[in-house]
């Protein structure tokens, strides 16, 4: 069972916009960084959004994230087919000395 | 270029040892922290462990699935990551990939192509 909650499913059309939920139910995930990753299979993750809304260089600003309480959102706008892959989210676990991943939602652009 | 190069998977037995390397060119590998991750067939993404920079002591933790069978270290004078697997079980049967991180084990930057592990009788 992940530490981190996510719907397992999420789909939206083409051009529409989609929010990810990863959420925890106690406050540990206010009070770390959060970090989303793209996994298409058959190839490497990709990170999307680093320190809770941070987007690496190369990743386009569709692609957005914030935190708010216990939870943390992925949001993705102007949806395209080369975006249907699992989203994961992830944060570091101070306590566990360990990094936490959300179970993985799955999008698909209908 | 970062590039992150990964080698020395392949299929052990139950109880078997492997060693996984990632090597890097293309950035100032001492300078960055070192993941690794897995993806069991069917499953999600699975952190496996990291090490820190030498700045930073240069120690490594694991998840609990495979503290005290497996061990990070890292060759800085030959940019290299390495994954050490001991008393490999089949459950460790994953697609494991390297990562150079610039956080504390979660925030994977730039990733190796992957390398397959199977560990089966």
């Known amino acids: 069972q992940s530490v981190l909650t996510q719907p397992p499913s999420v789909s939206a059309a083409p051009g529409q916009k989609v929010t990810i939920s990863c959420s925890e139910s106690?406050?540990?995930?206010?009070?770390?960084?959060v970090s989303w990753y793209q996994h298409l299979p058959g190839t490497a993750p990709k990170l999307l959004i680093y320190d809770n809304n941070k987007r690496p260089s190369g990743i386009p600003d569709r692609f957005s994230g914030s935190k708010s309480g216990t939870s943390a959102t992925l949001g993705i706008t102007g949806l395209q087919t080369g975006d249907e892959a699992d989203y994961y989210c992830?944060?570091?676990?101070?306590?566990?000395?360990?990094?936490?991943f959300g179970g993985g939602t799955k999008l698909t652009v209908l | 270029e970062v590039q992150l190069v990964q080698s020395g998977g392949g299929l052990v037995q139950p109880g078997q040892s492997l060693r996984l390397s990632c090597a890097a060119s293309?950035?100032?590998?001492?300078?960055?922290?070192m993941s690794w991750f897995r993806q069991a067939p069917g499953k999600g993404l699975e952190w496996v462990g990291f090490i820190r920079r030498k700045t930073y002591g240069g120690t490594a933790e694991y998840a609990a699935s495979v503290k005290g069978r497996f061990t990070i270290s890292r060759d800085d004078s030959k940019s290299v990551a390495y994954l050490q697997m001991s008393s490999l079980k089949t459950e460790d049967t994953a697609m494991y990939y390297c990562?150079?991180?610039?956080?504390?084990?979660?925030?994977?930057?730039?990733w190796g192509q992957g390398t397959l592990v199977t560990v089966s009788s």
């Open positions: 106690n406050s540990n995930i206010g009070n770390n960084y």
């Open positions: 992830v944060r570091w676990d101070g306590s566990l000395s360990a990094v936490v």
């Open positions: 990562a150079r991180d610039i956080a504390a084990g979660s925030t994977g930057d730039y």
């Open positions: 293309g950035f100032s590998f001492g300078d960055y922290a």
